[in-house]
C-alpha cells in the first residue's frame, strides 16, 4: 500500500551521488547544518516514471536502459537539486519524488527526450505524481517525434542493446589483462566509475567495450571497509545405527543448543570497517562514482585487477583523486604499487603523505614520529 505525501509541501535540497538508472538518483544533504563525514543520503525514484532497466551482471539491458541512464547522469551527477517526496512503497521500500534542477522538472526533461514511459497510475490511489498530465502530454509528444525509447528508425532498439563481456571479478579467465596492459601501459583509457568499493578501489567499465573490472589505485591505500565473514557451515552428524547389530554408537553426538548456535552465529558476524574506512570511501564516492574518469595503468595483479592512476574532471582540468585523498589524510603512500609509477608521481604522493602526518589528519590522527636515534653533532665524540 501506497502512502502519499501529497499534503507535505517540504522541499528539500541535496546533492546527486549516483544515478542508478534513467528514473532513479541518490542523493545526499547539502544543509548548512550537516556534519562533515559521512553525510546522510536517500534513493528517489521519479513519480510516474517507467525508465528501461539495466543489466545485472550476466544479464541484457531492455532495449534503450544505457542510453536512458546516460541521460539522467550526464543531467543531474554531482549537481545540487532541490527534491520533495510525493509518496513511498514501503512494500518494495521505495520512496518516489518530483527532482528539480534550478527550475526545471527533471522527470519532464527525462520523458520530453523519450527516455521513460508514464504509467498513469500505481497499484494503489495516489501512486502518482503531481505533475501527471504535463507528463503524459510531454510523453505523447515524444512519441510523435520518434525520440529515444519511441524512435521509429528500423533496427534502433536491438542496436541499443549493449553487448557485455563477462565480468572479470570472481574469474580472472574471462579478461585479458596482461594484453591490456602490453598494449596500454601508460597511454589514459576512459572509463565509468559504477562502483566503490573503498576509498582507493574502483569498480569500473572500460569503454567503450564495457569490460567490468576493479581497479587498484597506483601508491596508496584507504582504510578497508570490513566485510561480512563467510558462514562457518556446522553439520550436525546424524545418530547412524551399527548394521550389524541394530544398535546406537555408545555416546552419540547431540544437537546442538541454543548457546552453541548463538557462538556460530556470532563468530560469522560482519567485521567492523577501519577507522575512517567509511569517510574515507564517501570521499572518493563524491568525486568519482558514476563519473566519467581517465585511468592509467601502471600494472595488474594475478587476479586481473588493474593498478593504476585515476583522475576526473574538474572544469576544464582534470584532478588527480588518490593525491587529494592522501593530502586529505584518507590514504597512505604504499611502496608496493608505487615502485610501478613515475618518480614525479610517487616524489607528490610521499610529500602529500608528509604533510598530512605533520597535522595529524584523519587517520593519522595518533601519529607519534619514530624515536631518532642520532645525536646532535656536538654531542658526539
Known amino acids: 500500500m501506497a502512502t502519499t505525501a501529497a499534503g507535505n509541501s517540504a522541499w528539500y ?9 534513467g528514473d532513479c538518483v541518490v542523493v545526499v544533504s547539502v544543509a548548512a547544518n550537516a556534519k562533515s563525514g559521512v553525510l546522510p543520503e536517500k534513493s528517489i525514484t521519479l513519480s510516474s516514471l517507467i525508465a528501461p ?90 512519441k510523435q517525434e520518434g525520440l529515444g525509447r519511441w524512435s521509429k528508425v528500423p533496427g534502433a532498439a536491438e542496436a541499443s542493446i549493449r553487448n557485455l563481456p563477462p565480468s572479470a571479478l570472481g574469474d580472472a579467465s574471462n579478461f585479458d589483462a596482461m594484453g591490456l ?36 589505485v597506483a601508491g596508496i591505500q584507504s582504510p578497508q571497509m570490513g566485510r561480512r565473514a563467510a558462514p562457518e557451515t556446522v553439520v550436525e552428524p546424524e545418530v547412524t545405527v551399527d548394521s550389524t547389530n541394530g544398535d546406537a554408537p555408545a555416546e552419540p553426538r ?20 577501519d577507522p575512517f574506512g567509511p569517510d574515507a570511501k564517501f570521499f572518493t564516492e563524491m568525486r568519482v562514482l558514476n563519473r566519467d574518469v581517465r585511468i592509467v595503468l601502471e600494472g595488474v595483479d594475478k587476479f586481473s585487477n588493474l593498478i593504476g592512476s585515476v583522475y576526473y574532471p574538474d572544469g576544464e582540468s582534470a584532478k588527480d583523486w ?26 607528490k604522493l610521499k610529500s602529500a603523505e608528509l604533510e598530512a602526518k605533520k597535522s595529524r589528519l584523519r587517520i593519522w590522527t595518533n601519529y607519534v614520529p619514530p624515536v631518532s636515534n642520532s645525536k646532535a653533532i656536538h654531542d658526539q665524540n
Open 53 to 142: 532497466r539495466l543489466a545485472r551482471r550476466g544479464g541484457v539491458d531492455e532495449a534503450f536502459a544505457w542510453e536512458s541512464r546516460e541521460f539522467l547522469r550526464k543531467l543531474c551527477i554531482g549537481r545540487e537539486i532541490t527534491f520533495r517526496i510525493d509518496y513511498t512503497v514501503p512494500s518494495i521500500n521505495r520512496e518516489f519524488g518530483t527532482v528539480f534542477l534550478g527550475d526545471k522538472n527533471v522527470a519532464m526533461l527525462v520523458v520530453s527526450q523519450g527516455w521513460a514511459k508514464v504509467r498513469e497510475q500505481g497499484q494503489q490511489k495516489g501512486e502518482v505524481s503531481p505533475f501527471l498530465a504535463e507528463l503524459l502530454r510531454l510523453e505523447e509528444q515524444a
Open 254 to 273: 547431540a544437537p546442538l543448543t541454543s548457546a552453541q548456535r548463538l557462538a556460530v552465529s556470532a563468530s560469522a558476524a560482519e567485521t567492523s570497517a
Open 181 to 216: 596492459l602490453a598494449k596500454s601501459k601508460g597511454v589514459p583509457m576512459e572509463a565509468l566509475v559504477e562502483q566503490v568499493r573503498d576509498g582507493s578501489t574502483l569498480r569500473i567499465y572500460l569503454l567503450p567495450e564495457f569490460q567490468f573490472v576493479q581497479v587498484f
Open 322 to 347: 588518490p593525491l587529494e585523498l592522501v593530502e586529505n589524510g584518507f590514504a597512505k603512500y604504499v611502496e608496493w604499487s608505487a615502485h610501478m609509477m613515475e618518480e614525479d608521481a610517487k616524489r
Open 13 to 21: 535540497k541535496a546533492k546527486v551521488k549516483a544515478v542508478t538508472s
